[in-house]
């Protein structure tokens, strides 16, 4: 576990990265052939996941882990515990800059950011303890960031 998150109890932390490979499940990508399941764990408990969506226009594409966000926030919802990405990748696979940043707008810069491999439940069965997640932050994956408290910043006009 990353020294710099805070700590997900093991049944949410379950819950979440089940949710992220459900997720997957629904990913539209004729173009890329990249599955990606992305599920948030709100501090209320709830999940809510999210899919990439590609798109003929390849600009209209947007990403399983904004997917989430986007879902999520327009339902109200603005306060999380930790995300969870999982792709069709034997390793952990990292979000793109424009997740990250969308990332960074939304969530607390050391919740866990768990970054799942294609095979977690066979590392598991297999013995190694973690199932070769990937625990981070954005924090971490985007460090000297740029958000909304640096709107708030005085200006030299």
Not at 97 to 103: A, F, K, L, S
């Amino acid at each position: 576990m990353s020294a710099s998150t805070w700590t997900v109890q093991p049944d949410d932390r379950e819950r979440v990265i089940k949710a992220a490979f459900e997720a997957k499940e629904f990913a539209y990508c004729r173009y890329s052939k990249f599955r990606v399941g992305a599920a948030l764990l709100t501090t209320t408990g709830q999940v809510i996941k999210g899919a990439n969506i590609e798109n003929a226009s390849y600009g209209g594409t947007i990403c399983a882990e904004r997917t989430a966000l986007v879902k999520a926030v327009s339902e109200g919802v603005r306060s999380f515990t930790a995300l969870a990405v999982v792709t069709d990748v034997a390793s952990a696979i990292s979000p793109c800059g424009m997740c990250r940043q969308v990332i960074r707008e939304f969530c607390a810069q050391n919740m866990p950011i768990l970054l799942v491999p294609a095979d977690y439940e066979k590392r598991l069965a297999g013995g190694e303890p973690d199932g070769g997640i990937k625990e981070t932050s954005i924090g971490e994956l985007l460090p000297d960031s740029f958000g909304p408290e640096d709107l708030e910043l005085p200006r030299d006009h």
